[in-house]
């Protein structure tokens, strides 16, 4: 399996088994667990700091989408079916079904989905779980613009067909 590499500040390039047009290699898989990384352009990701909430089906197959300031990961079973969706950034179009993005407030997410069942504080990041009852995790980061702590990572897990 080949896992994507990021590259680092000053660097070129790009993901690593991306094929054009934005698509992983079959058998690719993302880099696991907690990482906050900046991109090319400035962008900032997150991976969740929460991965066993969400349903712990195996990923086959993960293809990537890049488009300015978002990242999108959308994650497929060994049917085909789609099992996890990420986006990543600081801004872009993707929205939950209560209207959460890229770059709204810690303080909209509590106003939609209430407080986190899980909550975990790593530094300047925080992960806020809210697998079991709306089916996605949240990643924030505090930039130190003034802005506070900012929506740059959104999973959700798809819970239908699920046994």
Not at 23 to 33: A, D, E, F, I
Not at 114 to 140: C, E, M, N, P
């Amino acid at each position: 399996m080949t896992s994507p590499t990021l590259p680092g500040p000053g660097m070129m390039g790009g993901l690593q088994g991306i094929m054009p047009g934005g698509m992983t290699m079959p058998g690719s898989t993302m880099p696991g667990g907690g990482a906050m990384f900046r991109g090319m352009s400035g962008q900032v990701g997150a991976q969740s700091q929460i991965q066993t909430a969400l349903p712990s089906e195996e990923v086959k197959e993960t293809w990537v989408y890049v488009k300015g300031q978002q990242t999108n990961h959308f994650m497929f079973n060994k049917d085909g079916r789609v099992i996890r969706i990420q986006s990543f950034g600081t801004a872009g179009s993707a929205k939950t079904s209560r209207s959460i993005g890229l770059g709204d407030p810690v303080s909209k997410v509590y106003a939609k989905y209430g407080w986190a069942d899980k909550t975990i504080r790593q530094g300047d990041s925080l992960t806020l779980d809210y697998s079991q009852k709306y089916h996605v995790v949240f990643d924030l980061l505090d930039r130190h613009d003034g802005k506070g702590m900012r929506v740059v990572g959104i999973t959700i897990a798809p819970s239908e067909g699920r046994s």
